[in-house]
């Protein structure tokens, strides 16, 4: 293929240019000291979910000014076009530096909502909300779940009401990760009530800023908020926000959820390799059981990885990834869990006492974060029902009333 | 942690690969299927020796990953896999496993030319069946020099394909320590006595050497590491035959879950049997990563063999067992019955992880391997 560099010559540039662009991590983390927060979802306060997100859209925005930042896009959007497989080449280089942990109102953006415009929005939306969205100058948010309609999305309540040459929104979006950061939020709302559900429904883009628009943050088990309730009272979206179709908007939906799925493959990895290093660092031996719980989750984290690796080999070979890509949430929250336990087993009682020690109570917030990966994104109940009716091709559930 | 660094192209498929898994799928159809297994099974040598020849000879599989001046093909054994799999997938009694990942690998580790050819040839051709005695669990044989030249005396029990293979490669203590050797037996030096065994696909033997005549293969003092290699190798030719084992049970169990009804539905479309297809598909796709994978590292020579084959033994051995375990669960009454297949796959599931180890004991292996049992 023309153009394309050879993987190693393309990991030594990116290599190159980190070192210029950026600090490179200690080599050997130093067990015992600095940062030990192992928290699935961040407790921060608004200010500092600002200041973090400012940070981390510094270094986004310094990365796609240089070529970095939309390796799998075109030219037109400032991309260089390079297979999908050439982004996780360059995010293993990035690994051995000091960069922002990007929290996910990031690959929101980037991996969920950016290439849904490009597949459903007209040429005029691409031009003006790509560019910003891949440099995060504009950072959306998914308004998509209700308190009606979690699990079952398709039976959203939130009204949109043609007026003139827009809508008039009216609805209550809940489970809003980064609403408080967001410039845009993608809602699914309800066009045409007497339609069949999933015919009835349209995709727009509102500005967070919009008058009507009201953000309440929700304080979920770990003691923080990381996710917020949006209230919508008359706002006014113009249609030329609208994205895809008038009654289409569940197709544009299922793209977006379809990329979050195959965007969930890599959860709890990081904090899966902290609890092996924790078992290596435990100051006792550990029993002969603690040794198989760990390498237990060592051969966990290690297949979840290959699962994304096949993912990505799928994509490259331009082939649209298959069973693997499905498999990986509920691969990846059983992964959280098994974490969980092995902490739970090597820490004991500094699990349930914070006795001042680093890298113990700190293991709190995974303990009580991992649950909400079960949920958020599609639970696990959902996501098996997806696997045995679209892959495996298992007869749907009978109907029940309002489908 | 482990550097992971591997291209990801290394884990699908290749179109070579494809076709060949497509070549076998339709010969072993034809010549291995449940009826075919069982006839197999009750024949005197407990496999198809047509069949044998025409893998060996038409398709090549023997030869896949032995070096062409052996009269190999000079694939890898990544090639092998894909046959592994589909052997495992209908159960195939042939001894591929005993004679060309285990005492192939043997021979080509212990990097004795002369062996190596003396015998790979024969192996390449499907004229030679070989198995690896000593090499699972500790025996007591014994070698010494003899006037005639070197001779085994002592027990190895538990030798897959032990009854009736052609040459059988024994790790043995001489008197300069444990060394390989390469020992055609007869029947005047050496019994061997089958034993009854759980899995009748695959079977075992205890042999006695009775001053039986062998020839020392490699260098003495090697024995050990050759064994290390061949042990490896054999876990990684097992987990490709139970990712193919827990996908055909996937299958079948999908095909009777459509077809069988109660309450009037498909019992596939409840979801107390949905959810627990949809978690033995997330299982076999973790095998399926974790087998190619170790492939991929026994293929390349990688360093990080070890750490691969037990991490696929682990993943694989689990995956086998959930499937298997599901085959006859959620085939009800008829799942339990002599006739249904599902009990020779939880046989075969069970007994294998006799073969080079249980999930447990790779875990052990593991933990070591990555520091942590101190």
Redesign the interface.
């Known amino acids: 293929m023309d153009g394309i560099p050879d993987?190693d010559e393309f990991r030594a540039d990116a290599r190159s240019w980190l070192k210029g662009a950026a600090t490179a991590r200690a080599a050997h983390r130093e067990w015992g000291r600095g940062d030990d927060s192992v928290a699935v979802f961040e407790n921060w306060t608004e200010a500092e979910e600002r200041a973090h997100t400012d940070r981390t859209r510094d270094w986004e925005r310094t990365r796609y000014d240089q070529g970095w930042g939309a390796i799998g896009w075109p030219p037109e959007y400032g991309g260089r076009e390079l297979p999908a497989?050439y982004e996780q080449l360059y995010r293993a280089e990035e690994a051995a530096f000091d960069v922002p942990r990007r929290t996910e109102i990031f690959p929101v953006t980037r991996q969920l909502v950016a290439p849904a415009i490009r597949i459903w929005g007209t040429d005029e939306q691409r031009r003006r909300w790509l560019r910003p969205m891949l440099r995060t100058d504009e950072l959306a948010c998914q308004l998509f779940s209700e308190t009606e309609a979690g699990s079952d999305l398709a039976a959203v309540r939130t009204r949109a009401v043609r007026d003139g040459d827009g809508w008039i929104v009216n609805g209550h979006k809940i489970w809003t990760s980064g609403a408080r950061v967001a410039t845009w939020g993608v809602a699914v709302c309800r066009t045409d009530p007497e339609a069949p559900r999933h015919a009835g429904i349209t995709v727009l883009l509102v500005r967070m800023d919009a008058p009507g628009v009201t953000v309440r943050p929700i304080r979920q088990m770990t003691g923080g908020s990381s996710f917020n309730e949006v209230y919508l009272d008359d706002v006014f979206v113009p249609d030329s926000d609208r994205l895809g179709p008038v009654g289409e908007g569940w197709r544009v939906t299922l793209t977006v959820l379809a990329a979050e799925r195959l965007d969930s493959g890599g959860l709890g990895l990081d904090n899966a390799?902290r609890a092996?290093d924790l078992?290596?660092h435990l100051p006792r031996?550990?029993t002969?059981g603690e040794?198989?719980?760990?390498?237990?989750l060592?051969?966990?984290?290690?297949?979840q990885?290959?699962?994304a690796?096949?993912v990505?080999?799928?994509l490259?070979?331009g082939r649209e990834p298959g069973?693997?890509a499905s498999?990986g949430k509920?691969?990846a929250t059983?992964t959280m869990r098994a974490t969980t336990d092995l902490v739970q087993q090597l820490l004991g009682p500094s699990l349930a006492a914070d006795t001042g020690e680093w890298g113990t109570f700190a293991w709190t917030e995974h303990l009580l974060g991992a649950p909400g990966y079960r949920i958020a994104g599609g639970s696990d109940?959902i996501?098996?029902?997806i696997?045995?009716?679209r892959?495996?091709?298992?007869?749907?559930?009978?109907k029940g009333a309002g489908r | 942690m482990i550097r992971l660094d591997v291209d990801p192209a290394a884990l699908s498929e290749t179109d070579g690969q494809r076709q060949l898994r497509s070549v076998l799928r339709d010969l072993l159809g034809q010549y291995c299927g449940p009826v075919g297994v069982r006839a197999q099974v009750d024949s005197p040598r407990g496999f198809d020796q047509v069949l044998w020849n025409r893998l060996a000879r038409e398709i090549g599989v023997h030869g896949l990953a032995l070096p062409e001046e052996y009269g190999g093909a000079g694939y890898t054994y990544a090639e092998l896999a894909v046959a592994q799999e589909e052997l495992g997938r209908v159960l195939c009694p042939a001894p591929l496993l005993a004679t060309v990942v285990l005492a192939g690998h043997a021979l080509l580790v212990s990097g004795d030319q002369q062996a190596c050819a003396r015998w790979l040839p024969g192996i390449a051709s499907g004229e030679l069946t070989a198995t690896v005695a000593g090499f699972l669990y500790p025996a007591d044989v014994t070698a010494e020099r003899g006037p005639g030249g070197w001779v085994l005396r002592g027990d190895a029990d538990f030798v897959p394909g032990g009854e009736g293979a052609d040459l059988l490669l024994v790790k043995a203590r001489a008197p300069d320590g444990e060394r390989l050797f390469a020992c055609e037996p007869d029947g005047a030096t050496c019994d061997r006595t089958a034993r009854r065994v759980l899995d009748p696909t695959r079977r075992q033997a205890l042999v006695r050497f009775r001053g039986a005549r062998a020839e020392p293969v490699g260098e003495p003092g090697r024995a050990a590491e050759v064994v290390d290699a061949v042990l490896d190798a054999g876990r990684v030719a097992l987990a490709a035959e139970h990712v193919g084992g827990s996908a055909h049970a996937l299958d079948a169990v999908l095909a009777h879950v459509s077809r069988r009804t109660q309450f009037g539905r498909a019992i596939g479309s409840f979801q107390a049997v949905k959810h627990r297809l949809a978690d033995l598909l997330v299982e076999i796709e973790g095998a399926r990563s974790a087998s190619a994978y170790a492939s991929a590292c026994l293929a390349a020579g990688a360093s990080e063999l070890p750490l691969a084959a037990s991490a696929a033994a682990v993943v694989c051995t689990g995956a086998h067992r959930l499937a298997t375990t599901e085959y006859v669960q959620l085939h009800g009454g008829i799942g339990f019955t002599w006739e249904h297949p599902a009990h020779l796959y939880l046989r075969r599931a069970r007994a294998d992880e006799a073969l080079f180890g249980t999930g447990d004991d790779h875990r052990l292996r593991l933990a070591g391997l990555l520091g942590l049992a101190r």
């Not at chain 1, 060592?298 to 297949?303: D, G, I, K, T």
């Not at chain 1, 892959?391 to 009978?398: A, C, F, H, N």
């Open positions: 993987p497989y390799d092996l078992a290596r031996p550990l002969g040794q198989q719980q760990a390498a237990d060592f051969a966990r984290a290690l297949v990885r290959l699962i690796l096949r990505t080999a799928a490259a070979a069973a693997e498999v509920l691969h059983a109940e996501q098996r029902n696997l045995a009716e892959v495996l091709g298992l007869p749907k559930e009978p």
